[in-house]
């Protein structure tokens, strides 16, 4: 049997008050308009009884304002972006919004898509690490909406919108630095092929510190989409094989780190006694694992901080009012045993 839908027109007719009464008992806005707490106490034991619960989309539609915020990222079962995700959630939560989450799978046809689906529904606001190839303009225009954007992780230089970002090549450098202080200069980086902000500015620490330190480049960029595949482990297994010699070898990434240290095992290395490893992005495998594996540690809770305090802030500014708020934060380094070997 279907459940019967109830409406605030059917409530105030059963009830044989006014729709305007019902509507104000229900927004909140009962007290400011002088009705009566016998009324208010009438109304919300009634709709407690019927089990009434509003229309999101019809409140939507009639205020403008939805409190939902949107959290969109490549990959949300990603553990960087889930942890940030729930982060965001608890305070958003504490403020009266609820988080949507998605996936757009680096793919900015589907951001796209998203968007425009999130837009008709009203959403407040917009969290979004924008995918490889993501039109500028279309984020250009998004950012001056009437409901915020922030990006996420990355920034494209061209749009002029608010951003949370790390500093990703001082983040980088930390860990290169690392690894000239114990004395090892055959060093190589394995990255992802990508133009992303991020990730370029991880490659330029690496590439600044070859030509300060004259050292030969030695750098494997494996493809975004293939990351997980055995086509990337035979990737690596012919780097390291064609590279016998490196010293040290720094990973952009902490998934890239945990295909590659699996490579290294399966050739008969040691680490860190063959070969020290320093991966790009903590993760709790890396406290476990034998040896615990050295890792430039994002600061998730500060991100997470700064992302929903901007989004809160703009949502509160008039929109004439509201300036790009652009925000980079440190990363710090964490040593572990992966990094305990000293030049031979």
Known sequence: MQKKKHSIKAIAKELNISVT??????????????ISQKLIDKVQAYVKKI??????????????????????????????????????????????????????NNDPAKTMGLISMFRDLQV??????????????????????????????????????????IDNFQGAKQGLDLFLENGLRKIGFVTIDSDQSQMHDRREAYIQMCNKEGIDEQILEIPYDTY???????????????????????????YLAMKGMQVIKQMGKKIPDDLAVIAFDDNEFFKFNTPSVSSI?????????????????????????????KIVLQASLKERESTNRSKK
């Open 21 to 34: 009464t019902v509507s104000f008992v229900l927004n909140g806005k009962a007290e400011e308009n002088r």
């Open 51 to 104: 089990g009434y619960q509003p229309s999101q989309l019809a409140k939507s539609l009639r205020t403008g304002k939805s409190n939902i915020i949107v959290f969109m990222v490549e990959d949300i079962s990603n553990p960087f972006f889930a942890t940030i995700a729930k982060m965001i959630e608890d305070r958003a939560f504490k403020d009266g919004y609820k988080i949507i989450y998605s996936s757009t």
């Open 124 to 165: 407040d606001g917009y969290i979004l690490t924008p995918p490889v190839g993501m039109d500028a303009g279309f984020l250009s225009e998004l950012s001056r909406d009437r409901n915020p954007l922030i990006l996420f992780d990355r920034y494209l230089p061209e749009v002029d919108c608010s951003y949370v970002v």
């Open 228 to 254: 997980s595949s055995k086509e990337t482990e035979d990737a690596m297994t012919a780097y390291f094989e064609s590279n016998g010699d490196l010293e040290a070898v720094f990973f952009a990434t902490n």
């Open 297 to 325: 540690v994002q600061p998730k809770e500060e991100i997470a901080r700064s992302l929903i305090q901007s989004m809160l802030q703009s949502i509160n500014t008039p929109q004439g009012e509201r300036e790009a708020n």
